[in-house]
């Protein structure tokens, strides 16, 4: 570890800054110019972009014969992407939850992360299911931007606005990108360096200091999208990128590589870990089409005590044992016992304003 490893760090927050202002002022003057909702942007052109350093990420490490830190890259962004990603962005602002994300976009993920799951039983993700993942994701492209399309009609009462030509928008959305993959690239090299001079082993950086570097652009773009009033494009964005996660980000290197080993570590934990969070969002979302601050910060808190548990766990710290014990006797089943009594109180309050809503009859109907 040296000073350059800081440096690094520090470059790289700065990049990543930068780069999601400008993905996200092009996208959205993209979406605007060809007819198509900022959700969907956020599901396609922001996602994917967002993925880009996790692709490269995990493209490098299987060609390096490091199956360890590609498999820790993808999960473990994912499980980022949920509770650290979201849950940030939902304490900035609420993030808005729109109603064909509830009906297809959140129960695609949850079949996706299922299917990885199932991959991995045998302890590879196999060229042929490298395909099955991949044509999952082209097909779900193709049929947001279908939908998109079908699902935007233009308002004549609404005055057009200036915006940036096509030109001026595909260039923010290049620099962005790039600004993105380049500040990434720099933040996780030093934190894999700082990480590596403490001893820590590839699933476990893949997991934690990879899969939060790599999860950064997704963080930036999300958060200034809440902040500049797109909050269905931040949650698109998040729920996009763990699609291109399992569907381009693994299926791709699975299939070209001749299949991804998946450690048994990670198909008895993180992997079902993935599923949960993505299983999470469906009542959360579903209960009020919003994901409150309070919620965020549940996420965010969630995050931590998984982080911690995994950092325990490769170390074997003598904090180990009290850890488990307390998030499995009780941190645990206070998270279950939070989420159930939300939902429950979410539907009863929908259901009550519905009742209040509806015009009441008269005594002589």
């Known amino acids: 570890m040296s000073v350059f490893d800081i440096l690094a760090v520090l470059g790289g927050l700065i990049l990543l800054v930068g780069g999601g202002e400008a993905l996200v002022r092009g996208a959205s003057a993209l979406a605007s110019r060809l007819g198509i909702s900022p959700l969907v942007v956020g599901l396609t052109v922001v996602s994917v972009a967002t993925s880009a350093p996790e692709f490269a ?7 390096r014969g490091e199956p360890e830190l590609a498999v820790g890259n993808v999960v473990g962004s994912n499980i980022a992407n949920v509770l650290l990603v979201l849950g940030v962005t939902a304490v900035v602002g609420s993030v808005v939850v729109k109603k064909p994300m509830l009906r297809f976009d959140l129960p695609f993920l949850a079949v996706l992360s299922v299917l990885v799951l199932v991959f991995s039983l045998d302890g590879a993700v196999g060229p042929i299911e490298g395909v099955v993942l991949l044509g999952l994701f082209v097909g779900h492209m193709v049929w947001s931007v279908i939908r998109g399309r079908a699902a935007t009609l233009p308002d004549a009462s609404t005055k057009p606005e200036k915006k940036p030509s096509a030109l001026a928008s595909v260039a923010f959305v290049v620099a962005g990108v790039g600004l993105l993959v380049l500040g990434a690239n720099l933040l996780v090299d030093g934190a894999t360096m700082i990480a590596t001079a403490f001893g820590v082993s590839q699933l476990v950086i893949g997991l934690t200091v990879v899969a939060v570097g790599t999860s950064l652009p997704e963080l930036a773009a999300s ?5 500049r009033g797109e909050r269905d494009m931040a949650f698109g964005n998040v729920v996009g990128s763990n699609i291109a996660n399992i569907g381009l980000v693994l299926g791709g ?3 070209f590589a001749g299949g991804i080993p998946v450690p048994d570590s990670a198909v008895a934990f993180d992997i079902p870990i993935m599923l949960a969070v993505s ?5 959360i979302a579903f209960t009020g089409s919003l994901i409150h601050r309070s919620e965020g910060l549940l ?17 074997d710290h ?12 009780y941190v645990l089943p206070m998270f279950g016992i939070l989420v159930a009594g939300h939902v429950l109180f979410e539907t009863w309050d929908r259901h009550a304003a519905r009742r209040e809503a509806e015009p009441h009859a008269s005594p002589d109907d």
């Open 299 to 315: 996420f965010v808190g969630f995050y931590a005590a998984y982080s911690i548990y995994v950092l325990l766990l490769a170390t």
């Open 318 to 329: 003598d904090a180990l044992r009290g850890f488990t014990i307390t998030m499995v006797a």
């Open 57 to 63: 990420v995990t493209l490098g490490a299987v060609l």
């Open 279 to 283: 299983l999470l969002l469906i009542p």
């Open 223 to 227: 958060v200034i999208a809440a902040r």
């Open 253 to 255: 290197p699975a299939l």
